[in-house]
């Protein structure tokens, strides 16, 4: 069975961080201040050290969202929601530096915290009644590290989630009630990978969500694919896809002789061989250093500064603008996320239909789930998935004619639903400000396949381009 290994390098370029010093070639090691720029508000043209901040999504001002605005004549009846998990300590390690610092305890005394972050650890270890699928129940509910592990959530990303859970409790819960009081687990369906990250990024989420839930009701399903393809897994033609868009990439990447003078330079300073600099993905690491305000590593030779991080951070936008001009990732997404999009819709329909099983989704990922999400919808305004980042698909029911049920998508609290390729035309011409169910129906099960001259997932999976 395929499974996917290869992180699409724009997907490895986008987690880039800033450093700082320069020197007389304009690399300069020797200035050691922190970077983090206070932004409130966002420059007017593209700033690297602004998109990452974006990208640490620090938990400090309130977040406004449009998640549940309707003509007051609506019913709220479905809402399913994809997160990508929070702030995490690095997945690679920069060789011969200094692993970054970072503390994985969770402690409400240090910021950021949360008003209900001691709560939701003493509930956490009541959890053994919960239903774990598989390996999910050997893996701890909240990080625990006086030392943070390769990949371990941080108590950033859990504040991240705690904040995600609170802001739709009002919202759906307090407001729309989605779920009432005595909710069963039937109306919950809840499904992460295998990550711890993503496994405590998803209880955080919920317990501010649905406060002190009782664990009984709990049944975590375990997805083994980060892009959730389930029993749909077998599309010959997505790898396809993505091996050309990787190629792609590898073009752009090696006709960059700036990029290229900066990954010698980085390697010089660490001192080991350039190709074993860029193997080790450091800019993961350097982001860790960046989202939690750390100096960026030094060696006796000099520091890696804020003029490595620009360069690298540019050509990335370079790629991002190639990307979506070449279309090999768009047809990579669409395959990619049908076996998704197809379940989302055939729970919207069954909804539709009177059912009242899996009113709130949850499902917990990562950014190359989100990512090709965003890319299928057409949404291709969207940035790049920051963490605790999420993608909400809310469903409707007109109260004047019940049989008639519209939805609306949101990324990041921000409405999207008319950037999406199946509702950009009718947006132009109704006065509802929603998308008609049957619009994402058809898009899914028919329109996602013209492209590749098919009629089903399975024929578009193996149906080589002319």
């Excluded at 711890?196 to 049944?219: E, G, H, M, V």
Aim: proline residues 6%.
């Amino acid at each position: 069975m395929w499974k996917m290994v290869l992180l699409p390098i724009f997907l490895v370029l986008v987690h880039l961080i800033p450093v700082n010093p320069v020197r007389e070639d304009g690399l300069n090691p020797k200035s050691r201040k922190r970077i983090m720029p206070d932004l409130l508000t966002e420059p007017p043209a593209i700033d690297p050290v602004y998109e990452a901040h974006v990208y640490c999504n620090i938990p400090t001002i309130a977040e406004r969202s449009m998640e549940g605005h309707a003509p007051h004549y609506f019913k709220l009846v479905s809402v399913q929601v994809l997160i990508r998990h929070g702030d995490r300590y690095p997945l690679y390690a920069i060789p011969k530096t200094k692993r970054p610092d970072i503390d994985c305890m969770l402690l409400p005394n240090r910021k950021p915290s949360h008003p209900q972050l001691e709560a939701f650890i003493k509930h956490m270890s009541k959890g053994s009644a919960a239903q774990m699928d598989g390996s999910l129940s050997s893996l701890p509910r909240y990080p625990s590290h006086s030392l943070c592990e390769m990949g371990e959530l941080t108590q950033t990303g859990v504040v991240q989630h705690l904040r995600n859970g609170q802001l739709l409790r009002e919202i759906y819960i307090n407001k729309h009630k989605l779920l009432l009081t005595d909710w069963t687990a039937k109306q919950l369906y809840l499904e992460t990978t295998g990550k711890s990250r993503t496994l405590q990024s998803a209880l955080a989420l919920l317990y501010t969500f649905l406060p002190d839930f009782d664990w009984k009701k709990i049944n975590m399903r375990h997805q083994w694919s980060t892009i959730f393809c389930s029993g749909s897994c077998d599309c010959p033609m997505r790898n396809h896809y993505l091996e050309e868009e990787q190629r792609r990439q590898y073009s752009l990447r090696v006709k960059n002789n700036d990029l290229e003078k900066i990954y010698v330079d980085m390697a010089k300073i660490v001192g080991i061989p350039t190709r074993q600099l860029r193997a080790s993905n450091p800019i993961d690491s350097l982001l860790c250093y960046f989202c939690h305000n750390v100096s960026f590593p030094c060696t006796k030779t000099g520091c890696i500064g804020m003029e490595h991080f620009k360069v690298i951070k540019r050509h990335q936008l370079e790629d991002e603008r190639e990307r979506q001009e070449k279309k090999l990732y768009f047809l990579y997404a669409l395959l990619a996320t049908h076996p998704l999009l197809n379940q989302t819709v055939n729970r919207m329909q069954r909804i539709a239909e009177g059912k009242k099983d899996e009113v709130f989704v949850l499902y917990s990922a990562h950014d190359v789930t989100l990512s090709p999400v965003l890319s299928a919808l057409g949404i291709t305004e969207a940035r790049f998935p920051r963490f605790a980042a999420r993608l909400v698909f809310e469903l409707w029911q007109d109260g004047k004619r019940p049989k008639e049920h519209f939805i609306r998508i949101l990324y990041n609290g921000a409405d999207v639903t008319f950037q999406t390729s199946f509702c950009k035309d009718y947006y132009k011409r109704s006065i509802k400000p929603m998308c008609p169910l049957e619009k994402f129906v058809n898009f899914v099960k028919r329109d996602m396949f013209l492209i590749f001259n098919s009629t089903s997932y399975y024929d578009a999976c193996r149906r080589r381009p002319l």
